[in-house]
C-alpha cells in the first residue's frame, strides 16, 4: 500500500535553532517528492520538488535530501524565525495511478 | 500573474443542502486538483482534472463531483451536506497533470461549514 509517513508529528523549538523533520514513504513507482509549508487557514506553498536522481534541493533556509534506495527524504530548516511556525507536508508521486500521496504533516513550532 | 483564486472562502450550510464550489487557475495551468482538509485526516484527494476531463479521483462518495470548462475554471459541488463535510477545500493548479514533475500551486481554500 502506497504510504507516506511523517516524524515527528509536531515539534517546538526556540527561534534561531536548526531542525529537521522527517518523511518515509512506501510509495512505488516513485516520480517525485516535495515538500510544502501550510501556514494555518491557508493553502501549502511549494518549497522543493525532487525527482529520483537528486540527493539534495535548498530553497533559502530550507534543504531537502532525498535516499530513494532507502524511500527517505529529510527537511533541514536553519536558523528558524518564527515565521517558519506551520505544517510542513510531505508528498510523494508516484507513476502508477498518476496519483499524488500525501503524509499527515509535521506541526512546527518555532518560539521566541 | 495572478494566483489560484477561489471562492466563495467561507460558507456555511446545514445539513441536507447542496454547496458549489469555484477555483480559477493560474494563467495557462489546465490541471485543477481539489482536495479536502480536515484536522484528523489531513490533505485528502478528491479529484483531478485536465483539459475539461476528469483524470483521476480519489475515494470519495458519488455526493462529490466537479467539472472544468474550457477556460480551465473549475467548479466542485457537494450534494445533500454531512456535517462530517466541514472542512478546508482546497484547489491547486499546475501546468500539466498534478503528479508530474511541475510545481502545484494551491489557493487559499473554502472553508464550508455544516450545521
Known amino acids: 500500500k502506497n504510504q507516506v509517513e511523517q516524524s515527528p508529528q509536531s515539534l517546538i523549538i526556540l527561534e534561531g535553532k536548526n531542525c529537521t523533520l522527517q518523511?518515509?514513504?512506501?510509495?512505488?513507482?516513485?516520480?517525485?517528492l516535495r515538500w510544502y509549508k501550510q501556514d494555518t487557514g491557508r493553502g501549502p506553498v511549494s518549497l522543493t520538488i525532487?525527482?529520483?536522481?537528486?540527493n539534495t534541493k535548498s530553497n533559502g533556509r530550507y534543504t531537502a535530501t532525498l535516499d530513494a534506495d532507502t524511500k527517505q527524504s529529510s527537511l533541514h530548516i536553519t536558523a528558524s524565525q518564527l515565521s517558519d511556525s506551520a505544517s510542513y507536508i510531505c508528498v510523494v508521486s508516484s507513476i502508477e495511478g498518476n496519483k499524488l500521496v500525501f503524509g499527515a504533516g509535521t506541526i512546527l513550532r518555532v518560539k521566541s | 500573474k495572478a494566483g489560484v483564486t477561489q471562492t466563495p472562502r467561507y460558507l456555511i450550510k446545514t445539513r441536507g443542502q447542496q454547496v458549489t464550489l469555484s477555483c480559477s487557475p493560474i494563467?495557462?495551468?489546465?490541471?485543477v486538483s481539489w482536495y479536502q482538509q480536515t484536522p484528523g485526516q489531513g490533505l485528502q484527494f478528491l479529484f483531478e482534472?485536465?483539459?475539461?476531463?476528469?483524470?483521476n479521483k480519489g475515494n470519495f462518495p458519488g455526493r462529490f463531483s466537479g467539472r472544468q470548462f474550457s477556460n480551465s475554471r473549475s467548479e466542485m459541488n457537494v450534494s445533500t451536506l454531512e456535517l462530517g463535510d466541514s472542512a478546508l477545500y482546497l484547489c491547486?493548479?499546475?501546468?500539466?497533470?498534478?503528479?508530474?514533475?511541475?510545481?502545484?500551486?494551491f489557493g487559499p481554500g473554502t472553508r464550508l461549514t455544516v450545521l
Open positions: 518523511c518515509n514513504y512506501t510509495v512505488s513507482p516513485f516520480s517525485n
Open positions: 494563467s495557462g495551468h489546465r490541471s
Open positions: 482534472y485536465f483539459s475539461e476531463t476528469q483524470r
Open positions: 525532487m525527482t529520483f536522481s537528486e
Open positions: 491547486a493548479s499546475s501546468l500539466v497533470t498534478s503528479h508530474s514533475y511541475n510545481e502545484q500551486f
